[in-house]
């Protein structure tokens, strides 16, 4: 009994225009909301900048995050100890 091997087929990759007009328009939509946000005044961009860079602000971010690495540190050491307290 022999058997026959079919034909390859040859795929064509699907085409997704949809897919692309959308990602053109959300671009577009970011693009132009970066613009007016860059341009307005309203938003005060001296006054954010004058914050961002100071020192006060640098300490407080740096204290959040050793807090955070603290907390981490806490919790897997906490969680190692209930692992091994649940195996024994």
């Known amino acids: ?3 026959t091997r079919p034909e390859r087929i ?9 897919r692309w007009i959308l990602a053109a328009i959300i671009i577009a939509l970011a ?3 970066l613009i007016g946000a860059a341009r ?6 001296d006054t954010y900048f004058r914050y961002l860079f ?9 204290h959040t995050l050793a807090i955070t690495i603290f907390a981490m ?6 969680g190692v100890i209930l692992a091994v307290m649940r195996m024994s």
């Open 1 to 3: 009994m022999t058997t």
């Open 10 to 18: 040859e795929a064509k990759p699907l085409r997704h225009p949809g």
């Open 31 to 33: 693009v132009w909301f």
């Open 40 to 45: 307005n005044d309203a938003y005060g961009w």
């Open 54 to 62: 100071d020192t006060r602000i640098a300490v407080a971010a740096l």
């Open 73 to 78: 540190v806490l919790g897997v050491i906490g």
